[in-house]
């Protein structure tokens, strides 16, 4: 009987996500309330505009923010739960963080600053120090152990931070916008090198981040949160199929309408029509690529398309092309070629004519599948 019991308490461990949280705290005016569960060997993306919650949640998992109500649990070990005043401190939490700005000791080499974590867990430090330096071994920076924060580069610095975070074997590790301090070029290899450390990674992976392409690369799923709450959550192609929210169409960079469909006339709300390719009936979203939309300086002939006269609020470098933004009766991105604005003289507060085929937007169901 008693072997039946252990059994049936380990399966249900193993189909367990290995972090189960609904994070739940409440600062000033302020209110997070975040279900996360993450299993094992997944990396999950917290993205969000400036001040949705997504520091906030980072501290309340590292134990540095307590919860005002929900329950965090790692690997089966209640870390936080309001309601059974249980608490874990920081310091005895299973979890390794990595922050933008690294925050290595300047006053330690790299090989202790990774031993750091081990020493901290109980390792004696001929034991951590070894520890530390296979772990900087994996990294590719064993020839770098003995220079202390100062004496590396930025790639290297953050590498020698997730060495740290990843020596203490976290059931949990958090990367806090981990590329954001980085220049371009470094933060291209540092992205791949930081997927490949990712995927041996036997723990659950929570990565904060501003940046779409470090989500969309190195998360298995994104949950994207606003004013404290999960708006969106998925895998990073339903996400960039349907955005539900202007921050997420942004993020994805689709321009993104809310509205009532009848066959294929969409209405929004200011009284704009779009003409779409699909028939729906109800209410929805419609999205389309700023590539999609055409620029013309007088009405273009042909009909099945939508059009209208808009004015240039903006224009900005995006890659090889320019995004212009246009204000009108709706507003819109679209990117041109450079050499398409210098046909049409593009500057801003110029008037112009938007217009969309129908077939390139893509129309769902507003109400949640
Ligand atoms: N120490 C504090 N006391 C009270 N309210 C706070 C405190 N720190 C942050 N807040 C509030 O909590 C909310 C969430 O902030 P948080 O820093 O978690 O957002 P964020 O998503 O990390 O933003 P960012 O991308 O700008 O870092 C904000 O409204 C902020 O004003």
């Known amino acids: 009987m008693t072997v039946d019991l252990t059994v049936h308490a380990a399966r249900q461990r193993v189909s367990e996500p290995l972090l189960d949280a609904r994070l739940v705290v409440d600062r000033g005016g302020f209110r997070l309330d975040l279900p996360l569960t993450i299993d094992s060997g997944e990396v999950v993306a917290l993205l969000g505009p400036n001040g949705a919650g997504k520091t906030t949640a980072l501290r309340a998992l590292a134990g540095l ?16 739960r309001p309601s059974s005043r249980s608490w874990v401190p920081t310091e005895q939490r299973p979890i390794g963080v990595v922050f933008q700005d690294y925050l290595l000791f300047p006053h330690l080499n790299a090989l202790d600053n990774v031993a750091f974590g081990p020493r901290r867990h109980g390792l004696d430090r001929r034991q951590a120090r070894r520890q530390a330096a296979d772990w900087l071994h994996r990294m590719g920076l064993a020839e770098h152990a003995r220079r202390k924060p100062r004496q590396l580069s930025g790639g290297q610095a953050q590498r020698v931070a997730l060495a740290r975070a990843l020596a203490v074997d976290p059931a949990l590790l958090l990367l806090d916008e981990p590329l954001a301090a980085l220049d371009a070029r470094t933060r291209l290899d540092t992205r791949a090198q930081l997927q490949r450390h990712l995927a041996a990674h036997p723990g659950a992976t929570l990565l904060v981040t ?54 294929q006339t969409v209405l929004l709300a200011d009284g704009f029509r779009l003409t779409t390719a699909e028939q729906h009936d109800g209410d929805v979203f419609v999205a389309f690529p700023p590539s999609a939309v055409a620029l013309h300086p007088d009405r273009p002939a042909g009909s ?53 085929k129908a077939t390139e937007t893509r129309t769902y169901p507003a109400a949640p599948a």
């Open 304 to 356: 099945p398309r939508n059009t209208w006269p808009a004015a240039i609020s903006g224009i900005q470098p995006n890659g090889d092309n320019l995004r212009v933004q246009l204000s009108g009766p709706i507003e819109v991105a679209a990117d041109i070629t450079p050499l398409a604005a210098a046909q049409l003289h593009l500057v801003p507060g110029q008037r112009v004519w938007a217009a969309v």
């Open 65 to 80: 923010l307590a919860l005002s109500d929900g329950h965090l649990t790692l690997a089966g070990q209640v870390l936080d």
């Open 210 to 263: 501003h940046d779409p392409l470090d989500a969309l690369v190195l998360a298995d799923r994104l949950v994207i949160i606003e004013h404290g709450q999960v708006v969106q959550e998925g895998d990073a192609a339903t996400i960039t199929a349907q955005p539900r929210t202007d921050y997420v169409a942004r993020l994805v960079g689709l321009n993104l309408f809310r509205g009532h469909a009848r066959g």
